[in-house]
């Protein structure tokens, strides 16, 4: 079938045609995932969030964060992937990450930095992961920096400190401001 063909409904018409009648998702929604290559293609460049289960403030504790916060900072480059920030916030986080030349794709990146971050913190106190993660690829010619200052800033815009350099759970690559 091609992708291409618009679906013909005729003005007036409350009908289907067989076109349109083939890309109907019986009431689930369709995957808003790009094609699986996208997410490990060298240079690519995206912006994750991962939440906290039910928003709850898991990373309200200082010992808990300070950990999550480690974790991410050591996982995302095990995997090839170049970490330009990071922001841990009381329910969720943000992250800024290139792939380099993974054989991971983004998915089962975040899936082991969430993982290893619940391994790691085990007594410390609870922490639970929502199952999924926001992510969106930055478009070529789109400027990261913008994006990491956006990410690094979130604390600034939440009320938690006049600085994002004064939030104890924001990194920056080294390499990203020379």
Request: proline share 6%; net charge positive.
């Amino acid at each position: 079938m091609d992708l291409a063909v618009e679906p013909k409904l005729q003005k007036g018409s409350v009908g289907m045609d067989e076109t349109t009648r083939d890309n109907r998702t019986f009431g689930k929604s369709r995957s808003v995932r790009l094609l699986a290559a996208w997410y490990q293609a060298p240079g690519g460049i995206y912006s994750v969030t991962c939440c906290c289960r039910d928003r709850v403030p898991y990373l309200q504790s200082c010992s808990l964060a300070q950990m999550v916060f480690e974790t991410w900072k050591e996982a995302v480059p095990f995997y090839n992937y170049f970490l330009w920030g990071l922001c841990l916030m009381p329910d969720h986080l943000h992250a800024l990450v290139q792939c380099m030349k993974s054989e991971r794709s983004l998915g089962e990146v975040v899936g082991a930095a969430k993982s290893v971050s619940l391994n790691n913190t085990k007594g410390l106190a609870p922490l639970k992961w929502q199952e999924k993660f926001h992510d969106r690829v930055l478009r070529e010619g789109e400027d990261p920096m913008v994006q990491l200052l956006y990410l690094v800033n979130n604390p600034v815009r939440k009320g938690l400190v006049k600085d994002w350099q004064d939030w104890p759970f924001t990194y920056v690559a080294p390499e990203v401001f020379g």
